[in-house]
């Protein structure tokens, strides 16, 4: 068990915070120094067989290819081992065992480096890619043991940050070292093997956690692993086609990355340094995206951000085709002299910021991941996207090669990626609707609201509820998506779904419309209260807004009836179904205390008046209450009622 008490003390006040802390700082360290070696090592032979040593059967043009090669073919093989192993070993202990291979391997590779041994070379890099492969699912899956729900997205934005700047750094460094005249390959081996002692050194402070499914037998066939491990995650179609999101990311990833050297030498007329500053580019890029996941997502798990992150995506790389088209003719630039041109100055900025995007895109969905898969299951679900992870990979590096061979230019090849994200991104977020739901319920209350919520701990983490709330304005359904961390599902007036595009995502999200003859929920719709039981069965929230229809001046109305019917049916079913009161408040009232919207709505009385934007909303939660006992005048009044300014329970409807 985590013996650490921030564990359980709540949230820290910003993801670099738990830097401080033991649960999380010797993990992140460890993956950090893991990363850094791995790139290392691969950058610094990769250097040594295409420029100093001369190998018949290894000529420099092939030479990335087969270390990179070699490299991803554990994660084939061995990926759906490593997830049982992950799920059934108590995973501190797990880490010093891939720590421990680290450093056998390493001492291998100096000897390597210092006899020129390019097969033993080969070896250790296939033993690196081995020990990535075993690592890979005992990263994530240690993250939501140690880790709260307001805390897991800070996290994966800093494991991923890390794990970019450490790729950055151990390129550069693998690079710089063997490139030392006569000592060069003395010193990578001493690098190499000084980089995993320091991982194993701070593995041994990463504290225990409970092994989640000590029981395990491992089943060392990775191809029917494999398969079954995806079976387990279609179970839960969010989280399995969040799999196929993660590696559309890798895939898109991949083709910037492998196509670097050529975009600098054969379009930006730039020398090998100006290759180095485009990886550098792209690794802060992704570095600063997955830190900015925290602060955008109100320190919640947040999928909202996806759509936006692949929107960023593509537009930023639809953009550097057309930033690098028609640059001038030049003799290979230096550095310096590349990035005094105005003309280079749109294409690092477009590089930054589609890497950054990514970022944004990544860690939402890692999160989600780690968050919704069974418990018993999540290192091999990881461990199974790691698999869909390389295949991607594998399959952006053919595809690329043909386009190329087929005489598309790379930023052509950039053109068509981001084209091509754009059709994988509509397809992902009209299967999975809860993305896009969610992204307009973020940019409504982000960017054209001032949402504030009060009493945010009176919302369950889990398990089933329903929210109950008054209803002052259009946009109401899509306020309290965005107020709430975890998907719910709306039981909303047939009016509503009839809105050309609101309605369309209310649909397409499952939204339950009880009576397609009137406005109040339940009054007629028995196949639609066995479908809110159904929900409430399976541990989902619901949304439900008793006055049926949008308030004209303001005041509180009656509420329906339906609503007491579901509670008095789920509690009849052995349902324990807590209610919690929500409040909206809105402009000058929100100030005030009251329900009411400005002055303006009261002005046009018969007709729903959109909500001014930029306005103040303030959403107040309170602590739940037994369904069983509530009556719908107390429901009311309570709804009515707030901190600043207790509104009378004979308040007119």
Known sequence: MVTDTAATAGPPPDQFALLRQRRFAPYFWTQFTGAANDNLFKFAFTILVTYQLQVAWLPPSLAGLVIGALFILPFVLFSATSGQL??????????????????????????????????????????????????????????????????????????????????LLGNVAGGLIVAIPETGHRDIAIACVLAALAGRAVVQWVPKTAATDPQLQINWNPFTETWRNLKIAHEDLVVFRSLLGISWMWFFGAVFLSQFPAFAKDVLHGDAQVASLLLVLFSVG???????????????????????????????????????????????????????????????????????????????????????????????????????????MIASSLLAGVLISAGFTVPQVFLFTGLANIVVGAWVFLVVPDYLIRCVAWVLSRLFFRLRLRGEQHL??????????????????????????????????????????????????????????????????????????????????????????????????????????????AHSRGLTVPVILMTLTSGAAAGAGGSVEPAERRRLPGKPAPRSLFAEVTLSARAPVAGPTVTMESLRDQVAWSPDKPVSASRPA
């Open 286 to 392: 992704v570095g600063v995206g997955a830190l900015l996941c925290e602060r955008l997502s109100r320190r919640h798990v947040e999928i909202g951000l996806v759509p936006i992150g692949a929107l960023g995506m593509s537009v930023f790389s639809i953009d550097l085709y057309f930033a690098s088209r028609g640059l001038p003719p030049a003799a290979s630039l230096t550095l310096a002299e590349f990035v005094v041109q105005p003309a280079h100055w749109r294409v690092m900025a477009d590089l930054v910021l589609l890497a950054l995007f990514a970022g944004i895109y990544s860690v939402p969905m890692y999160a989600l991941i780690q968050l919704r898969s069974p418990v018993t299951h999540r290192a091999r679900i990881i461990a199974a996207n790691n698999i869909l992870n390389a295949l991607f």
């Open 460 to 569: 369950p983490a889990t398990g089933p509820a329903v929210l109950v709330c008054n209803h002052i304005g259009a946009v109401d359904p899509f306020l309290v998506i965005a107020a709430t961390p975890r998907p719910v599902r709306l039981l909303v007036n047939q009016g509503l779904l009839q809105r050309p595009v609101a309605g369309w995502l209310f649909r397409l999200s499952g939204a339950i419309a009880p009576n397609p003859e009137g406005p109040h929920p339940f009054t007629a719709g028995p196949a639609a209260q066995e479908a809110a039981l159904q929900a409430l069965n399976s541990g989902e929230m619901l949304v439900v807004f008793p006055e049926g229809r949008v308030s004209n001046d303001g005041s509180m109305q009656i509420f329906n009836g339906g609503l007491l019917q579901l509670l008095k049916l």
């Open 86 to 167: 992950a799920d059934k070993m108590e995973k501190s202990r797990l880490m010093r065992l891939v720590k421990n291979l680290e450093v056998g391997i390493m001492v291998l590779a100096a000897f390597g480096f210092l006899t020129g041994n390019v097969p033993v070379l080969l070896a250790c890099t296939f033993g690196m890619g081995l020990h990535s492969t075993l690592f890979g699912p005992v990263k994530f899956a240690y993250l939501p043991q140690v880790l709260g729900e307001r805390e897991i997205t800070g996290g994966n934005g800093m494991v991923e940050m890390g794990t970019f700047v450490a790729i």
